[in-house]
C-alpha cells in the first residue's frame, strides 16, 4: 500500500512538471518570461489533479 501512495505522489509530480512543459510548447512561452513562480503556481495544481485521478485508478484510498 505504501509503495502505490508513494508512486501516486512521484507520478503526480511527474505529470504535473510534464503538463506545465507541453503548455509552454503549445503556447512557444520562453521558460524565463514569467519566472518559477509561474511555474510553480501551473505545475502545482495539474500535479494535484494528476494525483486525485491517480489515487482513483490504483484505489489507494488517499482520499476520503
Do not use: F
Not at 28 to 33: C, L
Amino acid at each position: 500500500m505504501l509503495a502505490k501512495r508513494i508512486a501516486v505522489i512521484i507520478g503526480g509530480l511527474i505529470i504535473g512538471i510534464a503538463l506545465d512543459l507541453c503548455v509552454l510548447a503549445l503556447y512557444a512561452i520562453p521558460p524565463a518570461k514569467y519566472g518559477w513562480l509561474y511555474h510553480l503556481g501551473t505545475a502545482v495544481p495539474l500535479a494535484l489533479a494528476a494525483m486525485i485521478v491517480l489515487d482513483a485508478v490504483l484505489k489507494t484510498e488517499m482520499l476520503p
